[in-house]
């Protein structure tokens, strides 16, 4: 089975729930250069995927219908996944009849396209009763009022709105079609590149001046124009550009497992993010006799939600399960961490008003540690201010290393991205991370680095270690938690 898929323009969300659920079983998918990348994460790790290219690279259409026909006929499961619709301007018609010719079974899975994209981006709709009631779409990657030109501009110019395709190189000829036909020269022009990419541009001007326009601007391909008086909607009406973060390139430094919420959430906010773990987390053996003597603790003090998670993995693995606690006290450095450990079936008796070690020494020591029995299960290195405190007020505090931070490899586009300056801020959730981030570049790098990026903090302790690190802290959260860094970011 062949599979047709759109993609959407570019936003992996205008994917459907048809396209996810057969890329998630495709043997083999062939995807358009306009696709996004992200979307490839859908497919299964063993499938192969081929790119179609880019001008003047591209295969051939011919060299594309071949390969379909012969996946297809090789049993194979296959997703020829598309910008927008396969079948608006995507050469869709063209695959599926090769399909058809062969006699291999084909499904097309519709896509948005980019003339309501584009527009719906720019906020614009494409129809509105008050504006008129016809729409028309066509290519205009062909030279106008050329002998073979295959538009009728003379019909296109008396619909109320036309969206032009692939029209970046001919706009100006496109325009002067559009007038010569009977259109208004001062009928208002939106011009939309890359539509709902977190860089997306859009210029509003007139059929007279659009090519202009495009030309001071600096807009090439991909750009959809909006001929019409429903542009003039813009104004009040756009809202994807009014995005909180949007046009700031957003670098996620939390490890690779945990960038989600982050990213997702920076994204929704108008962000291009820039992933780059710059630590990762692998569990270490922790001591078998501690484990065994867990019911002799008075206190079990987590300090994060991966220490939550590696040390009940450990505990589980060891044949134990959380009943070994006892009657011991539950402390949490912060609700993230208590919620990681309900989650894990265990509530915390103790949760601070501020999220640090200061913040936790401070409810431990009113209460009195003297001669209590501490278990500390966290990271092989870090900030010893903790178990040194608890030490000095006359606990007994054992620390038990359960994980360790280690550098992930770096996606080498990425990371030449940020070293050309290109990131307008960087994240950073701990001490650690800064260490890590650091670790990345080299002296002239990092003087290069801290001149064009600022760093986004978590709290007092990680914006300190940013800032004797060389870089700017633009922003320091509130309340130290990933919603409370966000949460700073929008209103910074």
């Known amino acids: 089975m062949v599979y047709l898929v759109g993609a959407g323009p570019w936003d992996p969300g205008l994917l459907t729930l048809r396209g996810h659920e057969v890329l998630g079983r495709a043997d083999v998918v062939l995807h358009d250069y306009l696709v996004n990348p992200a979307l490839l994460a859908f497919a299964r790790p063993d499938?192969?995927?081929?790119?179609?290219?880019?001008?003047?690279?591209?295969?051939p259409q011919d060299a594309i219908n071949a390969r379909l026909v012969a996946w297809g006929q090789a049993g194979k499961v296959v997703v020829r996944l598309k910008g927008g619709d396969p079948f608006v301007f995507g050469r869709g018609g063209e695959e599926a009849e090769a399909l058809a010719a062969a006699g291999v079974p084909f499904e097309v899975v519709p896509g948005v396209t980019a003339a309501i994209a584009g527009a719906a981006f720019a906020g614009i709709p494409v129809t509105d009763r008050r504006y008129g009631a016809?729409?028309?779409?066509?290519?205009?990657?062909?030279?106008?009022?050329?002998?073979?030109?295959?538009?009728?501009?003379?019909a296109l110019a008396g619909l109320s709105t036309a969206v032009i395709y692939?029209?970046?190189?001919?706009?100006?000829a496109a325009a002067a079609a559009l007038v010569a036909a009977g259109r208004a020269a001062a009928t208002p022009v939106a011009l939309v590149q890359?539509?709902?990419?977190?860089?997306?541009?859009?210029?509003?001007?007139?059929?007279?001046?659009?090519?202009?326009?495009?030309?001071?601007?600096?807009?090439g391909a991909p750009l959809t124009i909006i001929v019409g008086e429903v542009v003039r909607l813009r104004e009040r009406l756009g809202w994807f550009e009014r995005k909180p973060l949007f046009g700031l390139k957003i670098v996620v430094t939390r490890a690779q497992g945990q960038q989600g919420p982050l990213a997702s959430q920076l994204a929704e906010l108008g962000a291009e993010i820039l992933p780059l773990p710059s630590i990762d987390f692998v569990p270490a053996a922790p001591d078998p006799a501690v484990l065994g003597q867990l019911g002799g603790f008075d206190l079990v003090i987590f300090t994060s939600a991966n220490g939550v998670d590696f040390f009940l993995d450990a505990l589980w693995a060891a044949g134990r399960d959380p009943r070994a606690f006892g009657s011991a006290r539950i402390a949490c450095i912060g609700p993230a961490t208590a919620r990681r450990l309900a989650e894990r079936g265990l509530r915390a008796d103790v949760i601070p008003a501020r999220y640090v070690a200061e913040g936790l020494l401070e409810v431990l020591l009113a209460e009195g540690v003297a001669g209590r029995r501490v278990l500390i299960p966290r990271a092989r290195v870090a900030r010893e201010i903790l178990p040194e405190?608890?030490?000095t007020a006359g606990a007994d505090v054992v620390v038990l290393p359960v994980y360790d931070t280690v550098e992930p490899p770096a996606d080498a586009?990425?990371?030449?991205?940020?070293?050309?300056?290109?990131?307008?801020?960087?994240?950073l959730t701990a001490s650690s991370t800064v260490t890590h981030f650091r670790?990345?570049?080299?002296?002239a790098e990092w003087a290069h680095v801290c001149a064009h990026t600022r760093a986004a903090c978590i709290g007092?302790?990680?914006?300190?270690?940013?800032?004797?690190?060389?870089?700017?802290?633009?922003?320091?959260?509130?309340?130290?938690?990933?919603?409370g860094l966000v949460e700073a970011l929008a209103r910074r």
């Open 460 to 483: 007092p302790v990680t914006a300190a270690t940013a800032r004797a690190a060389g870089l700017d802290v633009a922003v320091e959260a509130g309340v130290y938690t990933i919603p």
């Open 134 to 154: 016809t729409l028309g779409l066509c290519a205009g990657h062909r030279q106008a009022g050329a002998e073979d030109d295959p538009v009728d501009w003379a």
């Open 166 to 172: 692939m029209g970046a190189s001919q706009l100006r």
């Open 389 to 391: 405190t608890l030490r």
């Open 439 to 443: 670790a990345r570049f080299s002296d």
């Open 413 to 427: 586009a990425t990371l030449a991205r940020i070293r050309q300056g290109e990131a307008d801020l960087v994240t």
């Open 47 to 59: 499938a192969l995927i081929e790119g179609t290219g880019h001008r003047p690279g591209r295969l």
């Open 194 to 219: 890359w539509a709902s990419r977190p860089d997306q541009r859009t210029v509003v001007s007139t059929l007279a001046e659009a090519a202009d326009a495009a030309e001071t601007a600096g807009l």
